[in-house]
């Protein structure tokens, strides 16, 4: 088995997760929240190994107002492009806005063998 590792900074109020069947850790919960980049936000480094989970960073609007279970489970269907309005709808309102920015981009570990 060939081990990945994530390696990214952070800033502001998104997050990364880290997803599996089995369940999902934070890999931003060092990050500084405030103050936001561009109003003197430091980026907090961070290094993961993620073997065969999914890789969700996520504006502050979706892990606000979703609750992680959900995020969990819409993030593993299997066409992110479901996944993605699936969890955008899940923290919609009524009226059909949205409470905040939700920012979500899907990254799958590359099936084979790493290039090289």
């Known amino acids: 088995m060939t081990v990945r590792t994530a390696v990214e ?3 502001g109020d998104a997050g990364v997760w880290l997803i599996r069947d089995s369940g999902y850790g934070t890999l931003t919960e060092r990050q500084y929240r ?4 561009g ?8 290094e993961a190994r993620h073997e065969n989970a999914i890789l969700r960073v996520a504006a502050d609007g979706l892990l606000k107002y979703a609750i992680p279970t959900t ?6 269907w299997p066409n992110p492009q479901d996944a993605v309005r699936a969890l955008a709808d899940s ?14 981009a899907p990254c ?8 090289g």
């Open 71 to 76: 995020i969990r489970r819409l993030a593993l």
């Open 91 to 104: 923290v919609r309102l009524r009226s059909g806005g949205l409470q905040g920015d939700i920012g979500v």
């Open 34 to 37: 405030r103050p936001l980049l």
């Open 9 to 11: 900074a952070s800033v």
């Open 39 to 46: 109003n003197g936000g430091l980026p907090v480094p961070f």
């Open 108 to 115: 799958r570990p590359a099936t084979g063998a790493p290039p």
